[in-house]
């Protein structure tokens, strides 16, 4: 037996291992198994990862440095796919005067429950209230107004990386919280078919980014009326799957029309150079910390964390048996990795022995753990040990970095292949609503099933089952020409009977 399994024995508690289960508990505690209750779970996760803590502020969470940067990770990775498709940061006021919130009035409607707001100011009371953003829309269209006079200023692509504010009952870390960083897109066009394609291409470069490297595969497609964001014409999201089987709408992308734009005189002079003036055409989208809860849910297990590699802090975490001229040699191996581009820890702490840093690295989700002690040395190796499945491969020195890139390569599919099979076994055709009714109080999960396009049906289906549609997928005809952009379905409503004019996918959702 390796030192490495030596000094790894007591804390795997891997699956198959439960025999050695008191031994585990006395290493990874605290956290409460996924089937006991997922929910419990997820807040254990949290807290024991160093993601995120409660404060003394009802509803808001801390964001931990080990959670922030994951975050960063994700902010990155957007960033340049937002810049690469011409789109530019800027900053607007976090607060926004109450006449300017009311103009637009379903805007209002949908918002004014969540809106926190300033009434004072010193100790002077304000002449106006200020509402602290929910969402930017109203401020940033001010601004249009302003900056757009001609066809030649179109189109406005700014993007926005913000913290917004929604009075929240019930929260929870990352997935509801009173105050959330995001990223919101605000975007002006000439022509309606093209604040179309900027919806959808936003829609498809989310899509994109959540699959390639948060390895959460989603659905996309249209919100129905009742589900669209307040004021908008058309809004898109993707969907992922939780491990427990709820949906998660881990974006959106809001086709506006002219709504914002007669509302807030966004206004051009076309290209005709005719006296009247046009109004732009108007779109916005956006993510937020929320994805990192999605994360946590889609790949977790009892032992904690699973990050997949393109978002971890820590791709990699070498953890040295300290002996001899071990920590030399690792560190040595630690700058191999960096040269390549490998992010990589080295736990040369005194103060923790090689078995807890196991556990504590395995719980916090690092995708490869390289454990290095004096026999490797002897031997040219280390031994890498994989999260996801747990694998213990004696790896050679030589031509290491390469194949520490290759088996992250590797985790990231496996990770994603691994989610969608989920998906795909938790995925249910149904054709009456005795099975849509039996699957939603069974194993949970996404339920396809035709749908009439009426707001009634919808509403009963929400509160007799609590599954809500989550999107009508966009089939075989994305063009967003259709009335729901999906194939044409032969069937009936799955609730009425009537016949249905798309395939909705329904579930519980967060
Ligand atoms: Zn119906």
Same mark, same amino acid.
């Given at each position: 037996?390796?030192?490495?399994?030596?000094?790894?024995?007591?804390?795997?508690?891997g699956k198959g291992d439960g025999?050695?289960?008191?031994?585990?508990?006395?290493?990874?505690?605290?956290?409460?198994?996924?089937?006991?209750? %997922?929910?419990?779970?997820?807040?254990?996760?949290?807290?024991?990862?160093?993601?995120?803590?409660?404060?003394?502020?009802?509803?808001?969470?801390?964001?931990?440095?080990?959670?922030?940067?994951?975050?960063?990770?994700?902010?990155?990775?957007?960033?340049?796919?937002?810049?690469?498709?011409?789109?530019?940061?800027?900053?607007?006021?976090?607060?926004?005067?109450?006449?300017?919130?009311?103009?637009?009035?379903?805007?209002?409607?949908? %918002?004014?429950?969540?809106?926190?707001?300033?009434? #004072?100011?010193?100790? +002077?009371?304000?002449? +106006?209230?200020?509402?602290?953003?929910?969402?930017?829309?109203?401020?940033?269209?001010? *601004?249009?107004?302003?900056?757009?006079?001609?066809?030649?200023?179109?189109?406005?692509?700014?993007?926005?990386?913000?913290? /917004?504010?929604?009075?929240?009952?019930?929260?929870?870390?990352?997935?509801?919280?009173?105050? %959330?960083?995001?990223?919101?897109?605000?975007?002006?066009? +000439?022509?309606?078919?093209?604040?179309?394609?900027?919806?959808?291409?936003?829609?498809?470069?989310?899509?994109? %980014?959540?699959?390639?490297?948060?390895? *959460?595969?989603?659905?996309?497609?249209?919100?129905?009326?009742?589900?669209?964001?307040?004021?908008?014409?058309?809004?898109?999201?993707?969907?992922?799957?939780?491990?427990?089987?709820?949906?998660?709408?881990?974006?959106?992308?809001?086709?506006?029309?002219?709504?914002?734009?007669?509302?807030?005189?966004?206004q051009f002079q076309g290209r005709?150079?005719?006296?009247?003036?046009?109004?732009?055409?108007?779109?916005?989208?956006?993510?937020?910390?929320?994805?990192?809860?999605?994360?946590?849910?889609?790949?977790?297990?009892?032992?904690?964390?699973?990050?997949?590699?393109?978002?971890?802090?820590?791709?990699?975490? &070498?953890?040295? &048996? =300290?002996?001899?001229?071990?920590?030399?040699?690792?560190?040595? &191996?630690?700058?191999?990795?960096?040269?390549?581009?490998?992010?990589?820890?080295?736990?040369?702490?005194?103060?923790?022995?090689?078995?807890?840093?196991?556990?504590?690295?395995?719980?916090?989700?690092?995708?490869?753990?390289?454990?290095?002690? =004096?026999?490797?040395?002897?031997?040219?190796?280390? *031994?890498?040990?994989?999260?996801?499945?747990?694998?213990?491969?004696?790896?050679?020195?030589?031509?290491?970095?390469?194949?520490?890139?290759?088996?992250?390569?590797?985790?990231?599919?496996?990770?994603?292949?691994?989610?969608? #099979?989920?998906?795909?076994?938790?995925?249910?055709? /149904?054709?009456?609503?005795?099975?849509?009714?039996?699957?939603?109080?069974?194993?949970?999960?996404?339920?396809?099933?035709?749908?009439?396009?009426?707001?009634?049906?919808?509403?009963?289906?929400?509160?007799?089952?609590?599954?809500?549609?989550?999107? &009508?997928?966009?089939?075989?005809?994305?063009?967003?020409?259709?009335?729901?952009?999906?194939?044409?379905?032969?069937?009936?409503?799955?609730?009425?009977?009537?016949?249905?004019?798309?395939?909705?996918?329904?579930?519980?959702?967060?």
């Amino acid at each position: 037996m390796s030192e490495q399994m030596t000094a790894g024995q007591g804390r795997k508690g891997g699956k198959g291992d439960g025999n050695k289960g008191a031994k585990k508990d006395a290493l990874v505690t605290e956290i409460t198994p996924q089937t006991e209750d %997922f929910s419990r779970w997820y807040l254990d996760v949290v807290r024991r990862a160093e993601l995120a803590d409660y404060t003394p502020v009802k509803g808001c969470m801390a964001i931990r440095p080990y959670g922030y940067a994951i975050w960063e990770l994700i902010q990155q990775g957007l960033d340049r796919r937002f810049k690469a498709t011409g789109h530019v940061n800027a900053y607007f006021p976090l607060f926004i005067p109450e006449k300017l919130l009311m103009r637009e009035a379903e805007h209002v409607e949908g %918002f004014s429950p969540q809106v926190a707001w300033v009434t #004072r100011g010193g100790d +002077e009371d304000l002449e +106006e209230r200020l509402a602290i953003r929910p969402t930017s829309e109203v401020i940033i269209g001010t *601004m249009y107004a302003k900056w757009i006079k001609s066809w030649r200023d179109l189109p406005v692509l700014i993007n926005q990386w913000a913290n /917004v504010v929604r009075w929240e009952k019930v929260t929870r870390p990352f997935l509801r919280t009173t105050e %959330f960083l995001w990223q919101e897109g605000h975007t002006a066009h +000439e022509t309606e078919a093209e604040a179309q394609e900027e919806t959808l291409r936003i829609l498809g470069i989310y899509k994109e %980014f959540v699959e390639t490297e948060l390895a *959460m595969p989603v659905i996309d497609g249209q919100k129905s009326e009742s589900e669209k964001f307040a004021g908008a014409s058309k809004t898109y999201s993707i969907e992922a799957l939780m491990g427990d089987g709820r949906a998660l709408q881990a974006g959106t992308s809001h086709n506006l029309g002219q709504n914002f734009a007669k509302a807030f005189e966004i206004q051009f002079q076309g290209r005709d150079n005719a006296a009247q003036m046009q109004h732009a055409w108007t779109t916005s989208w956006g993510v937020s910390t929320r994805l990192i809860g999605g994360v946590i849910m889609t790949h977790g297990d009892d032992s904690g964390l699973i990050l997949p590699p393109r978002v971890a802090p820590y791709q990699v975490v &070498i953890v040295p &048996i =300290p002996r001899g001229d071990v920590l030399p040699k690792a560190r040595e &191996i630690q700058a191999q990795l960096a040269a390549q581009g490998v992010r990589v820890m080295l736990d040369d702490r005194d103060a923790y022995t090689p078995g807890w840093k196991f556990a504590e690295w395995e719980m916090r989700g690092v995708p490869l753990r390289l454990e290095i002690g =004096p026999k490797d040395i002897e031997k040219a190796q280390v *031994m890498l040990a994989r999260r996801d499945t747990r694998e213990k491969l004696p790896t050679a020195v030589d031509g290491l970095a390469g194949a520490v890139v290759r088996l992250l390569d590797e985790i990231q599919k496996g990770l994603y292949d691994r989610a969608l #099979r989920f998906r795909e076994e938790h995925t249910q055709r /149904v054709s009456t609503y005795e099975e849509l009714k039996a699957a939603m109080e069974g194993r949970p999960g996404f339920v396809i099933a035709g749908w009439c396009g009426g707001a009634e049906c919808e509403a009963r289906i929400k509160t007799e089952t609590q599954a809500t549609l989550r999107n &009508i997928p966009f089939g075989s005809a994305p063009s967003g020409s259709a009335p729901f952009n999906a194939a044409p379905v032969s069937g009936a409503c799955v609730k009425c009977g009537q016949p249905s004019s798309a395939e909705a996918w329904f579930a519980k959702a967060y």
